[in-house]
């Protein structure tokens, strides 16, 4: 994962939350452990930021002490969302999260889905979104292994990414 120039992993923002590259995430959650605070971890590519996101997001960090977010790598966003995405790079993706109140802190992974790096984190829950059944996600059971639960977040409806792509290629095509 390439972390760009702005990566404040070093320098403390405070306008900003922390990116982490995985092994200091492993390390601010080892620290988060001592001071007994609940940890809620989501996961997404969050490719063309939106409301939804936000409220999502919101909702995610209402369910504990610290939000850590894991961030799909542009590779994976590919291989998810198909050849033409992301359409904002993840350096770009990554300082949008930070700039988010809610988000205490993002790190990267470039895998399809986010158990490798549960395993590393073990939060005390797991947020995705009720478009899911917790039972079907391949996640679950790391998560419950560790102790932690899944909770869903409501989904606000008419809020998507792809729902804003289509909508920004049908206004703008040469046929409008």
Known sequence: ????????????????????????????????RTTFR???FTNGCFDVLHAGHVEYLAWARAQGDILI???????????????????VPFAQRARLLCAIRSVDA????????????????????????????AEDLPELRVVERHGGVVRLAPHIAGTS???????????????S
């Open 1 to 32: 994962m390439k972390y760009s120039h702005w990566s404040n992993t070093t320098v403390a923002d405070p306008y900003f939350a922390r990116l982490l590259e995985r092994n200091a995430a492993i390390a601010y959650r080892a620290m988060l």
């Open 38 to 40: 609940r940890v809620v």
């Open 69 to 87: 977010v894991g961030l799909n790598g542009d590779a994976s966003v590919r291989a998810l969302k198909g050849e033409l995405r992301p359409i």
């Open 106 to 133: 993002v790190v990267g992974f470039d895998e399809l889905t986010p158990e490798l790096l549960l395993e590393d984190l073990r939060p005390d829950i797991h947020v995705k979104s009720d478009q899911y059944r």
């Open 161 to 175: 990414t792809s729902g804003i792509i289509e909508r920004v290629l049908e206004r703008f095509s040469p046929e």
